[in-house]
């Protein structure tokens, strides 16, 4: 039986993980994930893919503990755990990591790892390796780094406590908190916009941000390059004309921009 | 007539934009601001530059969409607006822009391309370019990746959905949330204190800070060297010691520091 | 007498500061304090290293403005500040500001010298150098400009205004407020928590963190490069021996992971 069960509806991709007990990432789930994440590789199709848990308690418990020693099978697994955040974090589509329970440890750095995080009372972040004499594996002190500075992530990592999903958008480790009740509603509206979008724009945002963090300039110039080669295409022409006639550049936009995309879209299709 | 009107008073410029029907960035508002820019080059006596919109709804709506096409006319004004974009962020002077309007799109990039920004109820920021097939173009996605990280960077730039002030002052597009009751007193009072600054104390601090962001020790060292060129001047030795005799280095600094920089100040005019 | 009293308990060590009459940093505490920092760099006994003020009104008030000049003995004391500041960033030990009063100029820049900072409902932070003629000169710049962003950054240098403690939390200028009636229990429970891992711990996350905010790809290499070696000692083994014992990788780690700590760690002593 698989660790993963996939399924696909209008561009969204939904991955359920179901890893009996406590979806703990063992090698078995590790290598699953690897395998699809692998697969979506030249898919123009899917546009979003969303990580969810089927437990009732955990997101993801934390990287096997089995694995974390010094034998060649402990130390291949660690890489190969390793190797399954780098490869999420360099996929083309929208990654979305959607938390009701526990993610400590390398349940943490999966929700990291993912472009978007939503997560609801229910969830706890944490990265307690210090406490077993380990540091992250993961990325989960590279990652605290650069999202909540030098100091609180120093005060995470040595005390390892559990942060809430409000603390946790507050402190950068979530995109935000959705209270569980209001998930599904949230994700409609979300990613449903969001599919609407073609692979290539998330790629290209992707890496306009990653290099506009990396290099100021560098990451103008390459905005600005993308945007005037854009402008040029005939699919802006069409979608601008459309955006005209119902009301864009008139005073319209001031209340009902939305209004004015919902029939610019109507158009279109 | 012209689209901006520029008014002056002690060292704090006033620039109100007015284009109507809606004060969208057209290559005439464009080529004004760039004009008006590039002439404080050598000013030193303008200290603050505020720019403010005379539109009841809008402060700036986004860049004419007339101009982004794949024509010679249309990529030129594109680069122009950019030019605009750049112009602003190099200004020596302090920039302020005072939102009590949408501001979208291009509207959002000057905004952001300001030194400071204050915002009303009434503003809204947005960068929804990518619904119209183009990434943003006057460091939008550069920006919101360098202030909100690269997370909610993302999900902004991909949704191009509304921020109000007060959410826009916690993701950084905007310094601060002022109640549009309360905007003039907050800009006189803390207008009035910068404007008492000479032009090279603001261009030292943003020198600071920008070097200071690309690697901090060399911001490290470049604020060192300020400080100790500026500790041997007369005018520091002035303020000291009229400092020192209204109650500097006393207890009056814990509850009334405010009252002995009034102090003195009256001493020294 | 000294300006500095120092007392040891279980691997803390907290240093009194008691400089008369408002804890303003001259020479004399910048020397004592110089010397102190630099007895610890082979101290492998202490773990956290805990600054706070003896004066009921000021934590550290500021530089001493008598060594703000041109003369010799003053750039020399300046300079001597400058590397009290780099010092204290060196510490291989976690250093912890507490601050219950005022904290200016060079008074704030300590505070932000330190790995956290932890301040009550009485303290204030600023750095209002710029209104006697002088940038800061212990990284108050520098550290603004990393920890709010620039926009926040330039406001708060050029206003020179007071921070609240709920302010500087939500600004990074320190780690968290902490209401003053809370302080003990809350230091002797974080840093009774810390005070157990060893320095090497310590020194560990804060290269991790110090390479990961440099470059993302070269602070995710050493992080691996710790983990597999750290995975392979006999301590990780018999760590994760006694957590798996107590019930970790178990569901009681849903609700109790610290009641696993605490079980684990009364095994081991």
Redesign the interface.
């Known amino acids: 039986m698989k660790a993963i069960s996939i399924t696909n509806h209008l561009g969204i991709t939904t991955v359920a993980i179901n890893n009996p007990?406590?979806n703990?990432l063992t090698i078995k789930l590790i290598n699953e994930i690897n395998e699809f994440v692998l697969s979506l590789r030249d898919d123009r199709d899917t546009k979003v893919v969303v990580f969810k848990s089927m437990h009732d308690?955990?997101f993801l418990?934390h990287l096997?503990?089995n694995v974390?020693?010094?034998t060649q099978g402990?130390?291949a697994a660690?890489?190969e755990f390793?190797h399954m955040i780098?490869n999420i974090k360099a996929m083309k589509q929208?990654s979305v990591a959607v938390v009701d329970?526990?993610a400590?440890g390398g349940g943490n750095e999966f929700v990291m790892a993912c472009?978007?995080?939503y997560a609801t009372e229910n969830a706890a972040f944490?990265q307690?390796e210090?406490?077993?004499?380990?540091?992250?594996?993961g990325?989960?002190?590279?990652q605290?780094?650069?999202?909540m500075?030098?100091?609180?992530?120093?005060?995470a990592?040595?005390?390892g406590n559990?942060f809430s999903a409000k603390q946790a958008e507050s402190l950068?480790i979530?995109?935000?908190f959705v209270p569980k009740a209001e998930m599904d509603t949230f994700l409609a509206m979300?990613l449903g916009?969001?599919s609407q979008?073609e692979v290539r724009?998330?790629v290209?945002?992707?890496e306009?941000?990653?290099t506009?963090?990396r290099d100021?300039e560098a990451?103008?110039e390459l905005?600005?390059r993308?945007?005037?080669a854009?402008?040029?295409?005939q699919?802006?022409?069409t979608?601008?004309a459309a955006?005209?006639k119902h009301g864009?550049?008139?005073?319209r936009?001031?209340?009902d921009?939305q209004g004015i995309?919902i029939d610019t879209a109507a158009e279109l299709t």
């Open positions: 007990p406590m703990v308690s955990f418990a096997d503990l974390i020693n010094g402990g130390q660690s890489i390793n780098a929208l329970g526990v400590r472009d978007l995080a944490a307690p210090i406490h077993v004499n380990i540091p992250t594996g990325q989960g002190a590279v605290f780094a650069r999202r500075g030098k100091n609180k992530a120093l005060q990592l040595l005390l559990d950068n979530i995109t935000q979300t916009v969001i979008l724009d998330i290209m945002y992707k306009i941000i990653a506009s963090i100021e990451g103008a905005e600005l993308y945007f005037l854009r402008a040029k295409e699919k802006t022409e979608i601008i955006f005209l864009g550049q008139t005073l936009e001031a209340k921009i995309f």
